[in-house]
Every structure is written in structure tokens, then in C-alpha cells.
């Protein structure tokens, strides 16, 4: 697999006559603790990689030791990896307009980030939710609120720590009320949180994660390079 993955970077990289390195990466365990990814990583011979921070399917979520934060923090820079990503568990709606799933959302998000700050990770990934009928309106300013709260939170509970992280929104394939399906509702949610602070922004850039899958699901057309 080593052998297999450094290759396979090494003829894109001469096919395509650039000098950097295409990313290639898959989505990886944590299990055994959240460094053990990056070891994974350089098994396989890639250059980045997306993993979960913790439990994608629980709202109790165990604390991230400063002490397992440096040491992931270490083994990546050892490793020399290109790009890392944390998806969020999947439990979180940003756009529920049920007041009490909504501040546990805020809560576990805000939580997400802040693991993401300690790691030193590139960008954290998130789903935006679902209004249950509320309506797209009603779920773009809602998701807003929402992220601008966690990140608020995140950044009071970080006490002042640097980032370089970037929240970044991924689209859906329009199954069922599910928030982000069409590109332009992910761009009025990061324009809204660009808008904050009087233009300044809410302190943690926000992106948009494109899943190819999804938004080929959702009607989105590339199987020409015209497309």
C-alpha cells in the first residue's frame, strides 16, 4: 500500500507536468486514538486525509487532551501531510427549528471546532441540517445564527488561540428538507457570516465543500469538461 499510494501521486504528478503534488487522500479511522489516523495516512502513502474528531454518532463527546492535540499535532508535521480535514458528527442541525436540538447542535459544533483549533487541522466539514418544513429561508438564517454562535463559543473557550482553520459547508443531494442541496443556499449562509461584525467576518473563514457525489445527485451536470 506505501509502495501503491506514493506511486500513484508520482505519475499524476509527471502526467500532469506540475511541480506540487496532487492531493490524494481517502477518509480514515481514529480508532486507538485520533493521531492513529496520521499513521494510517503514511501506511497508505498519501498526502492528506479526512477523519471524524470523535464520535459521528454521539452528542457526548470525550474531551480532547492537550497532551493528544500535540502529539497529533507533531506526528503530522513529522509525516509532512498536505491537507487535514475533521468532519463533524452527523447528529448536528444547524438549521433544526426545534429550539432545543438547535442549542445542542451549537454546543457539540462549537466543541467540534475547538478540537479542530487544538489539532491544527486545515478545515472542518460540516452538514448543514434540515428546517422539517420551515422552509429554505428560515434554514439560512437559522444555519448563520447557529455557526456564528459555535464559533463565538469555540473562540471564548480556545481562550485566544491562533487558527488557520476553515469551516467549510458541505452540499447535500437534495433527499428529503435537508439544507444545501443548491450551491446558491450554501453561498447566501457564508455571505450572511461575511456580513458579520460590520464586514469583518465572525472570526473563523466559512467555505463551501463540494461532494461530487451529492451534487451529481442533485442535478448538478459535469460529465463533460465543458460541464
Given at each position: 500500500?506505501?509502495?501503491r ?38 501506511e ?36 509532512a ?16 427549528p ?101 464586514g ?28
Amino acid at each position: 500500500w506505501p509502495r501503491r499510494g506514493r506511486s500513484l501521486i508520482e505519475r499524476i504528478t509527471k502526467k500532469s507536468g506540475s511541480d506540487s503534488e496532487p492531493l490524494l487522500g481517502v477518509h480514515l479511522s481514529i480508532a486507538g486514538g485520533v493521531s492513529k489516523a496520521i499513521e494510517r495516512a503514511v501506511e497508505l502513502g498519501i498526502n492528506s486525509f479526512q477523519c471524524f474528531g470523535g464520535n459521528p454518532r454521539g452528542w457526548s463527546q470525550k474531551s480532547l487532551l492537550e497532551d493528544e492535540a500535540k502529539e497529533f499535532r507533531e506526528a503530522r508535521k513529522k509525516a509532512a501531510l498536505d491537507t487535514v480535514v475533521i468532519h463533524t458528527s452527523y447528529l448536528i442541525n444547524l438549521s433544526s427549528p426545534d429550539e432545543a436540538l438547535f442549542k445542542k447542535s451549537i454546543k457539540l459544533f462549537a466543541l467540534e471546532i475547538e478540537r479542530s483549533m487544538a489539532l491544527g487541522v486545515d478545515f472542518l466539514v460540516t452538514h448543514l441540517g434540515s428546517p422539517r418544513g420551515a422552509g429554505i429561508d428560515f434554514a439560512i438564517s437559522r444555519a448563520a445564527e447557529g455557526v456564528k454562535a459555535a464559533i463565538l463559543l469555540a473562540l471564548k473557550n480556545s481562550k485566544g488561540r491562533s487558527t488557520r482553520l476553515e469551516i467549510l459547508f458541505e452540499n447535500t443531494a437534495g433527499s428529503g428538507t435537508t439544507t444545501g442541496s443548491d450551491l446558491i443556499d450554501i453561498g447566501r449562509i457564508i455571505d450572511l457570516l461575511d456580513a458579520g461584525n460590520k464586514g469583518k467576518g465572525v472570526g473563523v473563514k466559512t467555505g463551501l465543500c463540494f461532494d461530487t457525489c451529492h451534487g451529481f445527485a442533485a442535478g448538478y451536470a459535469f460529465k463533460t469538461p465543458d460541464e
